[in-house]
T-cell receptor
Framework: GEDVEQSLFLSVREGDSSVINCTYT??????LYWYKQEPGAGLQLLTY?????DMKQDQRLTVLLNKKDKHLSLRIADTQTGDSAIYFC????????????FGAGTRLTVKP | DTEVTQTPKHLVMGMTNKKSLKCEQH?????MYWYKQKAKKPPELMFV???????INESVPSRFSPECPNSSLLNLHLHALQPEDSALYLC???????????FGPGTRLTVL
């Protein structure tokens, strides 16, 4: 099947920038998402990008998409301890099935 | 009301019990989803409803039985579950099938 891959762990110091990377294989992906999951909680939609965009910025979050390389990244500026969570990359083709495929998640640890 | 709610938060059941999980949204979304998430794994899609009709069943065992009695409510009826069914069960909704999904906080299910 089609895969979405992420590195499993990332550790940064408070105040630094975090960059979480994701690669996907489905060239027909239309929408790409970043979700945040805190311990014991559900998934919070952080941001999403259409495949015809290459960048989207929302406050401290910047999403970069390289469609040719099928590479998606999430940059968190001025990372805070409250940003510690698991970040899931997901993609869908946006067709009537909306079968969303998730990566395994990147556990971000922010050290004071 | 701009959120997806799920009840109960936690559920412990025996293998012979019958229980139900409930998901509710009042955002006017016409698509609703059930996901299963095991520890340290990404969510896996189970069922998709669109306009109260079952759109996708991802080969889920019949001991899980979804029901969508109206556009705001999605149930998951559980019967004769196995210990390996213990997981976080997440509900999500979207405006239509091809829109971004918003997740509830999940029900943590333990099957003894």
């Amino acid at each position: 099947g089609e895969d979405v891959e992420q590195s499993l762990f990332l550790s940064v110091r408070e105040g630094d920038s975090s960059v979480i990377n994701c690669t996907y294989t489905d060239s027909s992906s239309t929408y790409l998402y970043w979700y945040k999951q805190e311990p014991g909680a559900g998934l919070q939609l952080l941001t999403y990008i259409f495949s015809n965009m290459d960048m989207k910025q929302d406050q401290r979050l910047t999403v970069l998409l390289n469609k040719k390389d099928k590479h998606l990244s999430l940059r968190i500026a001025d990372t805070q301890t409250g940003d510690s969570a698991i970040y899931f990359c997901a993609e869908s083709t946006g067709d009537n099935n909306n079968d969303m495929r998730f990566g395994a998640g990147t556990r971000l640890t922010v050290k004071p | 009301d701009t959120e997806v709610t799920q009840t109960p938060k936690h559920l412990v059941m025996g293998m012979t019990n019958k229980k139900s999980l409930k998901c509710e949204q009042h955002m006017g979304h016409r698509a609703m989803y059930w996901y299963k998430q095991k520890a340290k794994k990404p969510p896996e899609l189970m069922f998709v409803y669109s306009y109260e009709k079952l759109s996708i069943n991802e080969s889920v065992p019949s001991r899980f039985s979804p029901e969508c009695p109206n556009s705001s409510l999605l149930n998951l009826h559980l019967h004769a579950l196995q210990p390996e069914d213990s997981a976080l069960y997440l509900c999500a909704s979207s405006v239509y099938l091809d829109n971004e999904q918003f997740f509830g906080p999940g029900t943590r299910l333990t099957v003894l």
